[in-house]
C-alpha cells in the first residue's frame, strides 16, 4: 500500500479521544477477524471523559513499550496494543517498535468505556506517528480493529456506526450526525464501583451470541431504534430519543441474560439508580438511563436539569459518585513533532 505525505513522517505524535457511550448499543459482532460488528450502534461523544496517547515509533524492531495511566501496561493489555500497532505498521510499511505512553483523564473504571477513547487515540497517534495521514473513515475503520465502539470515538456529538456489509470491513465505520453544540445534551454518569468488570465486551458477546436464545430477536430489533433514535435527533427529541436509549439498554442486557452461564453486570446499586431516574421523571424531570457492560449508570439529559439529576444520584444507595459529562469533538492531535 502506498503511504501517502504526512507532515510528520516518523516523528512522535500525541492524540486526544473522548470516550463515547452508545445511545443505541453495539452487542455482537459478524465472523471473521476483522473485528466486524452484527449491527449498527449509535452514541455521544463525551468531553469530559478523554484519553490523551503518544506514540513514537523507533527505526529498529524490538518490543513495543506501553505504559498506560503512569504504569508499565499488564501483559494482556501490551499485547492487545502490540497486535494493534501491528496493523498500523503493516499499512504504513514500517517495522520499527514503538513507545507507546496513554493517560486517561478518569482512572479506567468498569464500563466507562476506556476502550473507546484509549484506541481512537491510539488509531491517531499511532497512525501519524507513522507517516500515515489517513482520512476519518479509514481512521475508524483502523480503531474499530481495536475496539468496536472506538470507530464511533474517532467523531464528536452524536455519531453512528455502520455494520457495513463487505466481509474486509472496509464499509463499516462510523460518520457523525450531529456536532454536539448542535444539540446541547448532559450524560450524568452514577460511578458504583471500581475496579475491572467481570467479563470483558467480547467474551461477553461471543457468550451471548452463541447461547443466548434471545439474541436473534435483539440484533433484528436494532435497525428500527436507530432509524427512531436518528427521527429523534432531527427533531431534538429528548423524550424520544431517551426512550429509544433505554429500550435499546434494556433489550441488550436482556440477551446478555439469557446467555448461558448468564451475563449480569447490574448491581443493586444499578436498579436503584434506575429507580431514581423513574422517580425525576415522575416529577417531570426529563432523564433517561443507559447501561453498558458494567454497573454504572450514565443518565442522558439537558443542561437545565443536570444538576437535579446529579444530585438525586448522587443520594442514590450505591453511587460512589457522579460525573457530568457533556458532547465532545472528536479525535484530534495536540502535538506532533517532524523527525
Ligand atoms: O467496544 P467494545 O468491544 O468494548 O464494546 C462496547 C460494548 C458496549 O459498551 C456495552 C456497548 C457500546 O455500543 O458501546
Redesign the pocket.
Known amino acids: 500500500m502506498s503511504t501517502p505525505p504526512s507532515p510528520s513522517p516518523g516523528g512522535p505524535c500525541t492524540a486526544i479521544a473522548g470516550t463515547?457511550?452508545?445511545l443505541v448499543?453495539?452487542?455482537g459482532k459478524r465472523s471473521g477477524p476483522f473485528n466486524l460488528p452484527a449491527a449498527g450502534?449509535l452514541?455521544l461523544t463525551l468531553r469530559e471523559l478523554d484519553t490523551r496517547t503518544t506514540v513514537r515509533f523507533d527505526q529498529q524492531p524490538g518490543a513495543d513499550r506501553v505504559r498506560l495511566n503512569g504504569q508499565e501496561a499488564d501483559q494482556r493489555t501490551a499485547r492487545r496494543v502490540s497486535a494493534f500497532l501491528d496493523l498500523v505498521r503493516q499499512q504504513a510499511g514500517i517495522t520499527g517498535a514503538a513507545e507507546v505512553v496513554s493517560d486517561n483523564t478518569v482512572p479506567t473504571a468498569a464500563?466507562l468505556?476506556s476502550?473507546?477513547s484509549g484506541f481512537a487515540a491510539l488509531a491517531l497517534a499511532a497512525s501519524r506517528a507513522a507517516g500515515l495521514t489517513l482520512p476519518p473513515e479509514a481512521l475508524s475503520v483502523l480503531a474499530r480493529r481495536g475496539?468496536?465502539?472506538?470507530a464511533r470515538s474517532i467523531f464528536g456529538g452524536l455519531v453512528e456506526m455502520h455494520a457495513g456489509t463487505r466481509d474486509d470491513g472496509t464499509d463499516a465505520y462510523a460518520r457523525p450526525l450531529l456536532e454536539g453544540d448542535a444539540w446541547p445534551l448532559r450524560l450524568v454518569v452514577a460511578v458504583t464501583a471500581e475496579g475491572p468488570k467481570a467479563i470483558g465486551?467480547?467474551e461477553a458477546?461471543r457468550r451471548t451470541a452463541e447461547t443466548s436464545p434471545y439474541y436473534q430477536a435483539w440484533i433484528a430489533s436494532v435497525d428500527a431504534d436507530l432509524r427512531d433514535a436518528r427521527a429523534a435527533i432531527v427533531e431534538r427529541d429528548l423524550r424520544r430519543l431517551g426512550a429509544v436509549a433505554e429500550r435499546s439498554a434494556m433489550r441488550?442486557h436482556a440477551s446478555a441474560l439469557a446467555a448461558d452461564p448468564p451475563i449480569l453486570y447490574w448491581s443493586p446499586a444499578t436498579i436503584a439508580a434506575m429507580d431514581t431516574v423513574r422517580q425525576l421523571r415522575s416529577r417531570g424531570v426529563d432523564a433517561f438511563f443507559t447501561i453498558?457492560?458494567g454497573p454504572h449508570v450514565k443518565v442522558l439529559c439537558e443542561p437545565p436539569h443536570a444538576a437535579a439529576v446529579q444530585a438525586a444520584l448522587a443520594s442514590t444507595s450505591g453511587v460512589l459518585r457522579t460525573i457530568v459529562a457533556s458532547p465532545g469533538p472528536g479525535a484530534r492531535v495536540v502535538q506532533e513533532t517532524p523527525s
Request: aromatic share 10%.
Open positions: 463515547n457511550i452508545a448499543k453495539y452487542w450502534s452514541s464500563g468505556a476502550s473507546a475496539s468496536g465502539s472506538a465486551s467480547t458477546m441488550m453498558d457492560a
